[in-house]
């Protein structure tokens, strides 16, 4: 009977050892799974974000057309427009990186990975949409990808779980405008932009949505504003027809912050 016994709690005790070195196993391999992931986080959150906020600019404060007015520096002008190219292609860069790398921007919790994987759906759509919105800035999504394609350089080497890819930055995306191969990706949207800024272009219903629908990732990716902490203010779903005198030379309202 006592052997018996010993048995038993041998048994349950080589058990629960076995148990508890897996349990021990995941929870490592869920840690350094998170820890890859935050590094495809804060780019990504910060590529939607920087897109947001240039789009409430052109929509809200008339940032295109105020600079033929307020500004004289043909430089001013061009920079807004080659630098709103260089945040959108930024932000398709960086969903690119996410689908090659990563596949999980939360892997802890199943139903948020979901949630922003269903919102940067909603962003794709929203550029690609020729059926219910119109105007500006319509990308499809082949050509998404292109576009991030053509923004991929490879990452500096670094920790072990960084991505193996970046998006370029601004500088090398000014040098390659001279590259028909590369600008041609870019060459349409430049087009709507200036278009924009000199009113040849009055509807701007796909970027108030593009610009709400950014907002829904950037506020599920930091719902707490510990990483972004102003300048999140969502742009009315109905635009007036006064919201769209200031896309086109109104007095301007203040936006968020040129950078």
Not at 121 to 150: C, H, M, W
Not at 207 to 216: F, N, P, S, T
Not at 229 to 256: E, F, I
Request: charged share 25%; proline share 4%; with cysteine.
């Amino acid at each position: 009977m006592i052997a018996l016994v010993v048995a038993i709690i041998s048994a349950i005790t080589s058990f629960a050892s076995v148990w508890y070195a897996r349990r021990a196993t995941r929870l490592e391999r869920l840690e350094q799974a998170d820890q890859i992931a935050v590094r495809f986080r804060e780019p990504l959150l910060q590529a939607a974000f920087n897109l947001q906020s240039r789009l409430y600019n052109i929509v809200r404060g008339g940032l295109l057309s105020r600079l033929q007015v307020d500004l004289t520096a043909e430089s001013d002008s061009e920079y807004v427009i080659e630098n709103t190219l260089h945040l959108i292609g930024q932000y398709f860069c960086w969903i690119e990186i996410l689908r090659r790398e990563s596949q999980f921007v939360d892997p802890r919790n199943v139903r948020r990975n979901s949630d922003i994987a269903a919102l940067l759906e909603s962003v794709r759509d929203t550029f690609a949409d020729s059926e219910d919105l119109t105007g500006p800035l319509r990308v499809f999504r082949g050509e998404q990808r292109a576009i991030a394609e053509k923004m991929l350089v490879p990452a500096e080497p670094g920790l072990s779980g960084a991505p193996r890819w970046d998006a370029m930055g601004y500088a090398r995306f000014i040098e390659s405008r001279s590259d028909p191969a590369f600008d041609r990706w870019f060459a349409g949207m430049r087009r709507e932009l200036t278009g924009l800024s000199a009113g040849r272009i009055s509807n701007v219903d796909r970027l108030v949505e593009a610009q709400r629908a950014l907002i829904d990732v950037v506020d599920l990716l930091d719902p707490d504003h510990h990483r972004i902490t102003s300048c999140r203010a969502r742009l009315p779903a109905l635009m007036t027809q006064d919201d769209r005198t200031h896309v086109h030379g109104g007095t301007g309202r203040q936006g968020h912050p040129i950078g």
